[in-house]
């Protein structure tokens, strides 16, 4: 009998780690693919796999491949609230501490597809400590489905629309708490996301790895002149 095959999706490193320490372990042929181009149907025919599974990913996915191959995305909100861009930095901004990790099948309407099933997760750290959280227990999940092989539910409810975030919206805005401005600082601490940033006398300082000790917010700054930020 041919073993089953799957492929996994991602385009951040915590997924192709998490990847790498478990799901190319799990029974089956695996295949991973980390870029845009690579995607592609003569690619995703020749496995012709059971399951795609989109771990961390930052484009829409052509309509011809969602609509032959069951294909799951792991959402970081409890769909129907949430669906949409940047689920973690709109969940912190609005005082969330938890989640949930939403394994649905993709569908034509982003984030509006049925559940699988969903799990609970932590919104403590840093945006990059909560994507590999996040990483690992959908690799957990991808056994789970690969195992069970569950038929996924409708979405029921009112759905909660997120807006995905620009860079611009990293300024980090007025604020009296010093928490809000910590999670200001760690929901955008990820590689490839815009840090959080203040403009001062023509020069910018982002900030990231922040901590709050004694009161106070200790974190690293970088700090570049305007037009070598914008360059």
Not at 144 to 173: A, D, M, W, Y
Request: with cysteine; proline share 6%; glycine share 6%.
């Amino acid at each position: 009998m041919t073993e089953q095959a799957y492929i996994v999706v991602g385009c951040r490193p915590w997924s192709r780690l998490a990847y790498d320490e478990t799901i190319s372990k799990l029974p089956g042929r695996w295949g991973f693919v980390g870029t845009k181009d690579a995607l592609s149907m003569d690619y995703v025919g020749r496995l012709n796999p059971r399951y795609i599974f989109f771990l961390h990913w930052s484009w829409i996915v052509p309509a011809e491949i969602i609509n032959r191959y069951e294909s799951v995305c792991f959402h970081m909100a409890d769909v129907p609230y949430g669906r949409g861009g940047s689920p973690l930095q709109n969940l912190i901004v609005r005082g969330h501490r938890t989640t949930k990790l939403t394994a649905l099948r993709m569908s034509a309407e982003v984030d509006a597809g049925p559940v699988y099933f969903k799990e609970d997760l932590s919104l403590d750290g840093s945006a990059e400590e909560i994507f590999l959280r996040a990483n690992r227990l959908a690799a957990q999940m991808i056994e789970r489905l690969i195992r069970e092989q569950p038929q996924p539910v409708p979405q029921t409810g009112e759905p909660v629309l997120f807006k995905r975030r620009k860079p611009n919206e990293s300024l980090i805005p007025p604020t009296e708490s010093l928490d809000k401005l910590y999670d200001f600082i760690r929901m955008l601490d990820a590689e490839g996301y815009p840090r959080a940033f203040l403009h001062h006398a023509g020069h910018r300082y982002e900030f990231s790895k922040a901590t709050i000790v004694a009161g106070r917010i200790l974190a690293d700054v970088t700090i570049t002149r305007i037009e070598e930020a914008s360059s």
